[in-house]
C-alpha cells in the first residue's frame, strides 16, 4: 500500500523560510516522479516542483530560484525548501507521487486520479 505524509507545514512571514517533507512508502517503482502541489484558498490545485528518478528538477516559473526540491533515497523522503516566500505561496501543499512521468511533465496536471498523494499540510506566509 502506497503512503505519502507530509509534514513541515507552519505559518511564516513573508521573505522567511520552510522546509516541507514527504514519508514515502510502499512505493517500489524504478522509473518514477515525486513532486509538490500546492492549492491556495479558493482556486485550483497547482504544480510546484517536481524531480524524477534520473534526478531531473522541474519547477513552476513563480517559484523557480526560491524553492529547491530534492530526495533522500535512503530514507524515502521528499523534501521541499522554500526560501524567500510570499503571500501567495500560502496553500495546502501536497506531495505526490507518479509511475514513469518525467519531471518535466509531472507538473502538468494536478488531477488526484493520476497518481498517488498525501493529505496535505498547511503553508500561511503573512505580509
Known amino acids: 500500500q502506497v503512503q505519502l505524509v507530509e509534514s513541515g507545514g507552519a505559518s511564516v512571514q513573508a521573505g522567511g523560510s520552510l522546509r516541507l517533507s514527504c514519508q514515502v512508502s510502499g512505493f517500489t517503482y524504478s522509473t518514477y516522479c515525486l513532486g509538490w502541489f500546492r492549492q491556495a484558498p479558493g482556486q485550483g490545485r497547482e504544480g510546484v516542483a517536481a524531480i524524477d528518478n534520473d534526478g531531473t528538477t522541474a519547477y513552476r516559473d513563480p517559484v523557480k530560484g526560491g524553492f529547491t526540491v530534492s530526495e533522500d533515497n535512503d530514507k524515502n523522503m521528499l523534501y521541499l525548501q522554500m526560501n524567500r516566500q510570499k503571500p501567495e505561496d500560502t496553500g495546502m501543499y501536497y506531495c505526490?507521487?507518479?509511475?514513469?512521468?518525467?519531471?518535466?511533465?509531472?507538473?502538468?496536471?494536478?488531477?488526484?486520479?493520476?497518481?498517488?498523494w498525501g493529505q496535505g499540510t498547511q503553508v500561511t506566509v503573512s505580509s
Open positions: 505526490a507521487a507518479r509511475v514513469a512521468t518525467p519531471a518535466t511533465m509531472m507538473l502538468d496536471t494536478a488531477d488526484s486520479d493520476f497518481g498517488f
